[in-house]
């Protein structure tokens, strides 16, 4: 289980999400970077705000992530965190935080396609998983 803020990032091999949870739970950032731009883009936001450690997505492109993170946070604690369907968890988030308005309310959610990508909001699943801890 991590203390105070956490990074949450979902690593791909062409762009990353990004999120900042706060201890209080409150997302303070999120964003979708392309893969070139995350050790710049982490930098600032270090410079900006300060969290714990970085909750670090297991699979697709990790590695590679994992070696760009190390680079451009150096001494920050990087965490692996198993990214089982958070691609769909990132989408079910996406509607709880913007509901669909007008025909759309009526589609079952599984069939919405949000109208921009989700990455941001799997990295705020993962960095809300470290929080939690095991189980």
Known sequence: MAEGAILGVDPGTGKCG???VEASGEVSFRAVVALEALPEEVRRLAASHTF???ALGSKTGSER???LLEIALPGVRLEAVPEHRTTEEGRELYWKYHPPRGWR???PRGML???EPVDGYAAEILARR???GPG
């Open 18 to 20: 990004l999120a900042l």
């Open 52 to 54: 714990s450690c970085v």
């Open 65 to 67: 992530v994992k070696g």
């Open 105 to 107: 309310r009526l589609m």
């Open 113 to 115: 396609v949000p109208p």
């Open 130 to 132: 470290l929080r939690q």
